[in-house]
């Protein structure tokens, strides 16, 4: 029933930007964290930026710090990625996830919820 859609993905140059998006259906996020994940081949998955549920507390990694803008539309359900800026090292598989409880959990293994996932290219 819950499910997490991401869209937006695509192929940019350096320098470029993409806006994800993750729409939820089955479930309402406007109570949770929510959070943008990415995994590049033969790499772990990484947490990249998430936001409590109010909208109070942000979380991110330093290497997106600046570049990247969590956002979240509870009227939509919706959750939003903009990356400005991008390095190839941002080329990944990127999902979103939702954690049922207002504060981030400190590890992927406690979100609840995930999408199936959008990919993201960046080239030279």
């Known amino acids: 029933q819950v499910q997490l859609v991401e869209s937006g993905g695509g192929s940019v140059q350096a320098g470029g930007s993409l806006r994800l998006s993750c729409a939820a259906s089955?479930?309402?996020?406007?109570?949770?964290?929510v959070g943008w994940f990415r995994q590049a081949p033969g790499k772990e998955r990484e947490g990249v930026i998430s936001?409590?549920?109010?909208?109070?507390?942000?979380y991110y990694d330093d290497s997106v710090k600046g570049r990247f803008t969590i956002s979240r539309d509870n009227a939509k359900n919706t959750l939003y990625l903009q990356m400005n800026s991008l390095k190839p090292e941002d080329t990944a598989m990127y999902y979103c996830a939702a954690a049922k409880q207002w504060f981030c959990p400190r590890t992927t293994y406690d979100y609840n919820y995930w999408g199936q996932g959008t990919q993201v290219t960046v080239s030279l």
């Open positions: 936001i409590s549920a109010g909208g109070g507390s942000v």
């Open positions: 089955g479930y309402t996020i406007a109570n949770s964290c």
